[in-house]
């Protein structure tokens, strides 16, 4: 799916270029990259846990075969500061039962208090069934935030590529709706 590689690649310079523009825009220090500081927006902050829940569209098949495919997803996150988190997914494939599991590192950039943050992340699964295998990741997302009667929520939208150990490298783009508790 060439059309999802070349994605990948303009998501992943409009990232950099954001978070390069809002860098030097902003006060340059080590702590308001890391999340560190005490500007906590209300949107973004340090100690959040959320909840995702998704639709995806795939290049590959659940067993590796090269039919593009749709299905839902959930998933968890974690932050420990506000710009540094972990997560972790699950996938269902033509809505089959979740076979696979995957785990991130988080890097999230918020811009200032307009609500949106992009974020880039890598890791590594397991898929247990159809296609046993390891999986490693890579990818660029964005989210938009806002609230509603004091809960905060939040649509996202995220591309990665997997590189599974048994079938063929593929593309993910994730679309949803994350919950911050």
Not at 23 to 51: H, M, Q
Not at 140 to 160: I, K, L, N, Q
Request: with cysteine.
């Amino acid at each position: 799916m060439n059309y999802a590689k070349g994605w990948l690649t303009v998501v992943s310079s409009v990232f950099v270029a954001f978070c390069t523009e809002s860098t030097f825009a902003a006060d340059f220090s080590t702590d308001a990259l890391l999340g560190l500081d005490d500007r906590d927006s209300g949107l973004y902050s340090r100690n959040e846990f959320s909840l995702d829940v998704y639709g995806f569209g795939a290049s590959r098949d659940k067993d590796g075969k090269s039919t593009t495919t749709w299905g839902p997803g959930v998933g968890a996150n974690y932050f420990f500061t506000k710009t540094i988190g972990v997560g972790a997914d699950s996938s269902a494939d033509a809505f089959t039962v979740p076979y696979m599991l995957n785990s991130s590192g988080i890097y999230r950039y918020p811009f200032n208090d307009c609500g949106f943050a992009a974020y880039g992340f890598g890791g590594f699964g397991r898929q247990w069934k159809y296609s046993p295998q390891w999986l490693g990741h890579i990818g660029v997302g964005g989210e938009y935030r806002c609230t509603w009667s004091g809960y905060v929520g939040s649509v996202f939208v995220d591309v990665r590529e997997e590189f599974p150990t048994e079938t063929k490298d593929y593309t993910v783009v994730r679309f949803g709706f994350r919950i911050k508790f």
